[in-house]
């Protein structure tokens, strides 16, 4: 089975911290994604990236970035975390050669006081 | 820019009632996934939909994507208690660009 691991279900951080979410993936998936998830807005995609060292912005980028220095493994980055950036953080990834459907991790609860 | 739209958000249904869940979307797409999310959990997919009339079954529920009316439905048949969760959609729109619903949360009262 495809195992997606996001290494903190559950953080709380301080207003203009930085913040780390870790995301690792144990099926060689050439594609990795990070959503966030609010009540009443579904899941939007903040960056994915479909190789080492490539990213691309997807709907939400502002206020965040990304890193992909190995292919299994694909960070999202809050440089100064703010209010507005408590949320559900969905990372997910999928092979190129596929039906495309994602997995994902187990999610990120992010509270930032 | 491509808008997935989903109805009812909230649905309480009595167990063995029938019910559907629909998925409109904007923009030409022929690839369509539900997803189904327990409370406190993550995202799991149920059905992945890659042609103009595809149709899937799982149990009792049942999918299928009409892509000239941009339309999927999720249809559950005599529904139980198990079911009780969050549905999503999602379009894969540009290769990589995947747009979800809102979603929809089923309640199944006994």
């Known amino acids: 089975d495809v195992k997606v691991t996001q290494s903190s279900r559950y953080l709380v951080k301080r207003t203009g911290e930085k913040v780390f979410l870790e995301c690792v993936q144990d099926?060689?998936?050439?594609?990795m994604f990070w959503y966030r998830q609010d009540p009443g807005l579904g899941l939007r995609l903040i960056y994915f990236?479909?190789?080492?060292?490539?990213?691309e912005k997807g709907d939400i980028p502002e206020g965040y970035s990304v890193s992909r220095e190995k292919k299994e493994r694909f960070s999202l980055i809050l440089e100064s975390a703010s209010t507005n950036q408590t949320s559900m953080y969905l990372c997910?990834?999928?092979?190129?050669?596929?039906?495309?459907?994602?997995?994902f991790g187990e999610g990120s609860r992010l509270t930032v006081l | 820019e491509l808008k997935v739209e989903q109805n009812p958000l909230f649905l309480s249904m009595q167990e063995g009632k029938n019910y559907t869940i629909y998925c409109n979307y904007s923009t030409t797409s022929d690839r369509l996934y539900w997803y189904r999310q327990d409370p406190g959990k993550s995202l799991e997919s149920l059905f992945v939909l890659l042609s103009n009339g595809a149709v899937k079954q799982e149990g009792r529920l049942m999918a299928s994507l009409d892509t000239k009316a941009r339309l999927s439905t999720l249809h559950i048949t005599a529904a139980v208690h198990d079911l009780s969760a969050t549905y999503f959609c999602?379009?894969?729109?540009?290769?990589?660009?995947?747009?979800f619903g809102a979603g929809t949360r089923l309640t199944v009262k006994p």
């Open positions: 990236s479909y190789d080492v060292k490539m990213k």
């Open positions: 997910a990834s999928t092979p190129i050669q596929g039906a495309g459907e994602l997995f």
């Open positions: 999602a379009v894969d729109y540009n290769n990589n660009d995947m747009r």
């Open positions: 099926m060689d998936h050439e594609n």
